[in-house]
T-cell receptor, first 118, second 114 residues
Framework: GAVVSQHPSWVICKSGTSVKIECRSL??????MFWYRQFPKQSLMLMAT?????????EQGVEKDKFLINHASLTLSTLTVTSAHPEDSSFYIC??????????????FGNGTRLTVT | AQSVAQPEDQVNVAEGNPLTVKCTYS??????LFWYVQYPNRGLQFLLK????DNLVKGSYGFEAEFNKSQTSFHLKKPSALVSDSALYFC????????????WGAGTKLIIKP
């Protein structure tokens, strides 16, 4: 089946620093990837839709200057949390659809990144 | 607008007993429904989907879900629960207004006790 690799699986950083999270589709090309944030005991919150070769589409309330998304190739999207603060600590998950913009296709998820900002 | 509801925050089932995790939806038009499972500190794994056809959909790990149009439900079921089924389960519906993003239920924690 389709595999999405997310790296790192966990990261601890100091307040004010930036952290980059990578999301790769290993055996398929993903023109669109999604970035989610998950708070403890809560559902997924869509942060942004990452489109290959163009600017990401951010959901309302998500700061695009703080959460930088780059989708430079059909297999790689990155999320950079800039000037991280403790309130940015969370579980971040990326996903991609193997069959592009298809209503029928399930999304394939990375294993997530646990970010802790001290 | 599309929406999904999972009315139970947590479901407790004894090992070997049948389990049901409930999901109801609200969509305009034909629904595209999905179930995902999340194990601790992991991403989500696709379990099954309903697009059209047979109302009983079979998926991974012995799970199945029954689509009921009159009740607008898509409950997840398994005839005999395993302790390893303990996880967080999410129901989702395709958001036809926003291309193919998913609208997620709040999730239901399933606890299987030995």
């Amino acid at each position: 089946g389709a595999v999405v690799s997310q790296h790192p699986s966990w990261v601890i950083c100091k307040s004010g620093t930036s952290v980059k999270i990578e999301c790769r589709s290993l055996d398929f090309q993903a023109t669109t990837m999604f970035w989610y944030r998950q708070f403890p005991k809560q559902s997924l919150m869509l942060m942004a839709t990452s489109n290959e070769g163009s600017k990401a589409t951010y959901e309302q309330g998500v700061e695009k200057d703080k959460f930088l998304i780059n989708h430079a190739s059909l297999t790689l999207s990155t999320l950079t949390v800039t000037s991280a603060h403790p309130e940015d600590s969370s579980f971040y998950i990326c996903s991609a659809g193997k069959e592009g913009r298809s209503y029928n296709s399930p999304l394939h998820f990375g294993n997530g990144t646990r970010l802790t900002v001290t | 607008a599309q929406s999904v509801a999972q009315p139970e925050d947590q479901v407790n089932v004894a090992e070997g007993n049948p389990l049901t995790v409930k999901c109801t939806y609200s969509v305009s038009g034909n629904p595209y429904l999905f179930w995902y499972v999340q194990y601790p500190n992991r991403g989500l794994q696709f379990l099954l989907k309903y697009i059209t056809g047979d109302n009983l959909v079979k998926g991974s790990y012995g799970f199945e879900a029954e689509f009921n149009k009159s009740q607008t439900s898509f409950h997840l079921k398994k005839p005999s629960a395993l302790v390893s089924d303990s996880a967080l389960y999410f129901c989702a519906v395709r958001d036809l207004d926003s291309n193919y993003q998913l609208i997620w239920g709040a999730g239901t924690k399933l606890i299987i006790k030995p």
